[in-house]
């Protein structure tokens, strides 16, 4: 009976400091600070803000680079991946071809037979590739790749130069192969207060 009542005792003043603990440290998470982090400089988000608009390729940055160049870039970024001339390698089947075959039941999806405009493939390049390191290409190095790209579609001549105007200009195949989306959720605008609610799409 004595053990019992010490026991009772210990468990009695375990619980009575376990709630002290808590309450101080609730006390103390309750006047901290809080850790908002700070400002975004407009130099550090221009480094993400690297898309490029369609169809008109607006936001394509200063810098060029030619055909043969890109063949170089190609076999020292691209080639393990990709493979010889772009014909399909270990990791991704073929960027060259198929033009056309979107129009028929055995389509070939490449740059060439499916980007709607040029813009699109320096976007992709620019942003995602090489694999192992996107975003390490220099803006020449990724016109041109994207020019040698195109040149091995047949879309740009051996001696072409890629530059904003030169790549901005290129008719893709596929231009008007695509169906306007018309969703109204596509076209809404950027509403943060009183905004009208999306009306069901007009059949």
């Known amino acids: 009976m004595q053990l019992a009542k010490h026991l009772f005792i210990l468990a009695a003043v375990a619980g009575l400091a376990a ?5 101080a440290s609730s006390g103390s998470s309750a006047t901290a600070a809080p850790k908002l982090g700070k400002p975004i400089t407009e130099q550090a988000l ?10 008109d390729a607006a936001g394509l940055p200063a810098g060029s ?31 060259v071809g198929g033009i056309g075959s979107f129009m028929t039941d055995t389509r070939v999806l490449t740059p ?31 016109y ?31 231009r008007d192969g695509f169906i306007a989306d018309t969703r109204p959720d596509v076209k809404a605008v950027r509403c943060m207060d009183n905004c009208t609610p999306i009306s069901p799409a007009k059949k």
């Open 112 to 142: 060439g037979s499916m980007y709607p405009f040029s813009g699109v493939l320096f976007d992709y390049v620019k942003r995602a590739m090489p694999l192992h390191a996107p975003q390490s290409l220099t803006n020449d190095e990724v």
């Open 144 to 174: 041109a790749v994207t020019g040698y790209l195109l040149h091995l579609n047949g879309l740009v001549p051996a001696g072409a130069t890629m530059n904003r105007q030169t790549l901005a200009a290129v008719q893709m195949p596929n």
């Open 19 to 23: 709630c002290a603990t808590q309450g």
């Open 46 to 55: 221009a480094a993400w803000n690297i898309d490029i608009r369609t169809p």
């Open 65 to 95: 680079g030619t055909v043969d160049a890109g063949k170089k870039v190609y076999e020292a970024q691209c080639l393990s991946c990709h493979g010889p001339d772009a014909k399909g390698g270990p990791v991704f089947g073929t960027m």
